[in-house]
């Protein structure tokens, strides 16, 4: 492949391609396309280099040839090798570095480079002098990386003339901590200001900066107050440098010294932080000190109240959440004292608190799991089900969700084996408004399907919201939900859903209109996602945003940058901030599409027709497993856009006669995860419930739960399933399922 490449780049084009699918394929990890898009290719443009560069970082690891690349983009020529003829070639000559593209590669080229020790430090210094000062991360990587040479040189008055030199505008984004630590440092150098300097290293401690600086800090005023100045020590300055001490410096320092009245949340944290490790009984004591601020910041309390919780001083945790959270509206608050009083046994207090807790933040399926052993305690043989006062509560305050399926089910339950007819009817023809969107709709109609028969069908189901609502609790089935995609059911939208659907579309026109958001885009199609984060985190803070607003620019730049993962993940969390339901029947289309995306569809129907896997099974099993992340990698080691194990993915990929592959590659794991999901099928009966448990926790395991757990109820089962994360999956792929199934109808697919 090297000769190949090489007389490709003979009749190289220094052009700027506009290829959007160059681009897509590159931001996707599409490596075998891109490969056999180019690879016999005889003129290619610089994003044509760029994608075969990363093919080659990506399959084969050979930095050297990727970095003749990196050195084509940013010079234009192409070296078989870089000698030292081609290093003075780059740091002498003048290399236009305007575009994102020649950035990235001239920031590879200038990293390999430095790793491999071909640049002496004069050279380093003239390569990054070339990137400037804008607003521009690369160009805030490369300032930081110069003043570090200089500063290890000792040219501390040329520090301080290049930080002087940023212009006004660019000082926001440039000014960044790091940078701010070298000023400081070079000031001192030349002015032999202590008292300043030291002021100053104060001052940076006070921002929320990586402990990594915040240990440089450390050193240098040990420099300028001696090894143990900590010692002298009192209040705010003690606690914004206590937690950066090594474990022995901090035994010096007495607990007592840091009870002190704050200014800020900041350093109270940080105050509360060091009790905790060396002196947790003082924690109750720096709280009350502190009254105003835990009063102010709910936020704080809770994670105070946790500590003590870890620490057991679960009196005190109680103390100070009643006495400053009683009114609060801080979910933290509640699930903290829901924990309390179920290590106490305080039966009423802890189920109080803890549907306090899910109604303020229902998505919690750790503590949605507490709530329904609570509700429907299970084992083996039986379901002890707790008072109806108990069901009451629970299903009065817990709003109406998708989240709330297994809450209205188990209810269901419950209702039918108390003898509750009544009441059961009256649920049974509304439990589709209570939780509309979730995997238990479906269950609870086949469940139920002989009580439901008894009920009146109204005669016009869409005269009004609750008319849709009784009809489709009374007729779900997959032949109603196809003849909804004919019909017109704006009226009976989410509330606040045609507002959020609007304001998406509008975070296009953010983007396009702020010049730091549009070079995040240029990065994203590059797939320089830390890049394009650094960028929007500057202009949130720059414009002062909101978190709701932060969420929508996000969007925006998924939406402009065609980057899925962004536009579904920020979306889906909008609707969590809003409490609106993913249900996409009751959305407008510019929610349900971004909810629901078909992303790399070409790919998809190709593996589902070679392996006979429906699509929405495929897209299902893909939203829940990367939310469409390409270069997804779990904490097993699960890679892509199906996760695939590295062992399952070598085992496919001798079965498919596959090679030289990378599971990031959509074309590979989409193949692989379909080839997968077709064989679990397979081997049960062709039903997602038990396939989409095999595919997450192994089909070893599932045998084995079957074998101790099953008993003929499905539903029960999932209940005792030992593995959490197998059963949310489960419910999550099957309502991913139902909903795509759903839009297949809609969308006309």
Known sequence: MKQTLIILITLFSIGISSNDELHSDIKSMSWKKINRNLSSKTTITKLEAFALSRVLEETEKKKSNSANFW?????????????????????EGSHSLEFPLSKVSFWKLYNYLVKQKKLNKK???????????????????????????????????????????????????????????????????????????ISSYYQLLGNDIESELGVKIIAQLQKLKGDDFYLQLTGSELALVCNLLSKKEQKKISPESVLKTYSNSLELNKASRFLLRHKPSMLLKLVKINSSLVTKN??????????????????????????????????????????????????????QNLVKYLSIYPYDMIFQDKLI??????????????????????????????????LVYWYLRFLKFTNKKERLNEILAIYYSLCSGSYYTSVIANEFQAEIATLSIP?????????????????????????????????????????????????????????????????LKLGEMKLAMSLAESYFEKMKL?????????????????????????????????????????LPSEIHTRLYPRPHRELVVKSTKEF??????VYAIMRQESF?????????????LMQVMPSTGKFLARKLSTSNYSLHDPEVSIRFGAKFLADLLSNYDNKLTWASIAYNGGPGNLRKWKRNHYKNDFNHFLEELPSKESRDYCRVIMSNYMNYKFLTKLQGY
């Open 71 to 91: 050195y084509s983009i940013v010079t234009g020529k192409y070296p078989e090798t870089i000698t030292s003829k081609e290093i003075r070639f780059l740091v």
């Open 123 to 197: 050279e380093r210094i003239t390569l990054l002098e070339k990137l400037g000062t804008k607003e521009d991360p690369i160009a805030n990587k490369g300032f930081e990386e110069l003043l570090s040479i200089l500063v290890s040189e000792g040219e501390f008055s040329t520090v301080l003339a290049k930080i002087d030199s940023v212009r006004e505008e660019d000082k926001f984004f440039q000014y960044s901590p790091l940078v701010k630590y070298y000023k400081i440092l070079a000031s001192y150098k030349e002015t032999n200001d202590k008292e300043k300097s």
């Open 298 to 351: 709910h936020k704080l309390l809770a994670n105070l109240a946790e500590g003590m919780f870890y620490n057991n001083d679960l009196s005190d945790a109680e103390t100070i959440l009643d006495e400053f959270g009683s009114d609060s509206n801080e979910a933290e608050v509640y699930k903290q004292k829901s924990r309390i009083y179920k290590k106490w046994d305080k039966k009423e207090k802890y189920f």
């Open 373 to 406: 052993d609570f509700l429907a305690e299970s084992n083996s043989n039986s379901v002890a089900y707790a008072d109806e006062k108990y069901w009451n509560l629970a299903m009065n305050q817990i709003p109406n969700l998708p989240v709330k399926g297994r």
């Open 459 to 523: 005669q016009n189901p869409y005269s009004s919201k609750e008319s849709l609502f009784r009809y489709l609790s009374l007729k779900l089935s997959p032949e109603v939900m196809a003849s909804l995609a004919t019909q017109n059911v704006s009226f009976a939208y989410f509330k606040d859903s045609k507002e959020l659907g609007q304001r998406l579309n509008a975070a296009s026109n953010t983007v396009g209109a702020s010049s730091t958001l549009m070079l995040a885009v240029e990065y």
């Open 546 to 586: 909101g978190e709701r607003e932060r969420h929508e620019v996000l969007v925006g730049l998924g939406d402009m940058s065609k980057t899925t993962y962004l536009s579904l993940f920020h979306t889906r969390t909008l609707m969590k901030l809003l409490k609106i339901p993913d249900d996409p029947i009751l």
């Open 612 to 617: 006979d896997v429906e699509e929405e099974v």
């Open 628 to 640: 469409f992340r390409e270069n997804a990698i779990s904490s097993s080691n699960a890679r892509g």
